[in-house]
């Protein structure tokens, strides 16, 4: 975490005095690596997708993809989970009537941000595995149709991977500025 009134790296396992919050704070950040990782390589695979490529091609590289949507979404929900079970209170005790009034839009738009992401994200799934299950089944032919729904589908997952850069990158703005305040408090109070 980099303290910017200071312009220090904060670094947690050199500090007057770890704390469980330190281990809150490198989780976040690991996390957050972890997951802006996978969106870029998800954005990547899905840039070089082609629906109009060849059927063969484009199914294997669309079952790629929903695999990766899958991993992904199961991901950013145990990461969400963890962040309103344990990251989130610890936050709301520290500060609270401190920064309440200002933090609670924020936190409004970073639970709403998440949602139309899943929300695009659930779409890809949904017209991909439509489609690509008719195919399997020979009930659709692969043609300009085809082409065109997988060609959406596409879309729904750049829009998706478009909110998610975003919600991690506005949710890191938010919290980090926060959790190295909290470090800051307990390496002066302990030092």
């Not at 469980?20 to 996978?38: G, N, P, S």
């Not at 990547?44 to 997708?49: W, Y």
């Not at 639970?111 to 399997?136: I, N, R």
Request: net charge negative; hydrophobic share 40%; aromatic share 10%.
């Amino acid at each position: 975490m980099y303290n910017r009134e200071a312009g220090i790296e904060l670094e947690p396992f050199n500090s007057a005095r770890p704390s469980v919050f330190m281990m809150l704070a490198m989780k976040l950040k690991e996390d957050h690596d972890r997951l802006k990782d996978k969106v870029a390589v998800l954005c990547r695979m899905n840039q070089g997708t082609n629906a109009a490529a060849g059927s063969t091609r484009s199914i294997h590289q669309f079952e790629g993809l929903l695999e990766k949507v899958a991993h992904l979404k199961r991901d950013l929900k145990r990461h969400a989970k963890w962040e309103e079970q344990e990251l989130f209170p610890v936050f709301a005790r520290y500060f609270r009537k401190k920064i309440e009034p200002t933090m609670l839009p924020s936190m409004w738009v970073l639970e709403k941000d998440y949602e139309l992401a899943l929300q695009f994200l659930d779409s890809f799934e949904e017209q991909c595995s439509s489609v690509l299950g008719m195919l399997s089944l020979g009930l659709k032919q692969y043609d300009v149709i085809t082409i065109h729904e997988l060609k959406f589908a596409s879309d729904q997952l750049t829009q998706g991977c478009l909110i998610l850069k975003g919600h991690l990158h506005m949710e890191e703005e938010l919290i980090y500025p926060l959790a190295e305040e909290i470090l800051t408090d307990i390496d002066y109070l302990f030092s």
